[in-house]
């Protein structure tokens, strides 16, 4: 009989204080008291993967740098994270469908350097925002941010006016996926002007408007 897994985690974390990284993804049996657990005992933590919400993590997890989230991670869980965890410098949370600017907006902290948003319904407002917040970022990615209707006429997911604020913020960009968004050649001439450093640049299936 299938039981769930909170009980051991909380086990787990009071036990054991001096955790810095945990991984739970796709640990089917446990519930987002399991991440209250990780929240309220781990005050070393610093890298933590999960599938659950992340509601609990506004209580503080101080430490923590790194989080890579499940498609389950809501605006909700963004606000919560960027309240309780002011040291991330690396966040992914790609195919995060509930993901829109406004949790974008919120976890627009200026430490980050690496994110990866591919795959969320961020549009070119919650571009801009970010890059406007966030100096240091050296790596994002935007795979597939077409907005809500990827099959849509309407451009409201990542285009060429966010990448221009993306470049004209973010001048220490290394690497940059852009595949599968309605950028043109707007788009990779902003890039060019406002980040020179440019190691990596990520353009499949980039269709334009």
């Not at 890579?68 to 606000?79: F, I, L, P, V």
């Not at 970022?137 to 990448?163: A, F, N, Q, R």
């Not at 913020?169 to 890039?191: E, F, G, M």
């Amino acid at each position: 009989m299938l039981v769930n897994l909170n009980e051991g985690i909380k086990s787990l974390v009071t036990g054991c204080p001096g955790l810095t990284n945990i991984n739970v993804g796709g640990c089917k049996l446990l519930t987002d008291q399991s991440v209250a657990y990780v929240a309220s005992f781990c005050p070393e933590l610093t890298h933590f993967k999960t599938d659950q919400g992340l509601g609990a993590f506004i209580t503080g997890v101080p430490k923590l740098t790194n989080i890579k989230c499940s498609g389950n991670m809501t605006d909700e869980d963004a606000s919560s994270l960027a309240a309780g965890c002011p040291s991330l410098t690396k966040v992914q949370m790609c195919y995060c469908r509930k993901i829109t600017d406004v949790g974008v907006m919120a976890l627009a902290l200026s430490d980050l350097t690496h994110m990866d948003l591919s795959g969320t319904c961020i549009s070119d407002a919650g571009l801009t925002s970010l890059a406007a917040n966030c100096p240091k970022m050296v790596d994002i990615k935007l795979k597939g941010c077409k907005g809500k209707d990827p099959y849509s006429k309407e451009l409201d997911g990542v285009t060429d006016v966010g990448v221009a604020s993306l470049a004209a913020s973010c001048a220490k960009l290394t690497h940059v996926a852009l595949d599968d968004t309605y950028i043109t050649d707007a788009a990779l001439i902003s890039l060019a002007t406002g980040c020179p450093g440019l190691e990596s640049v990520n353009l499949d299936r980039c269709n334009g408007g």
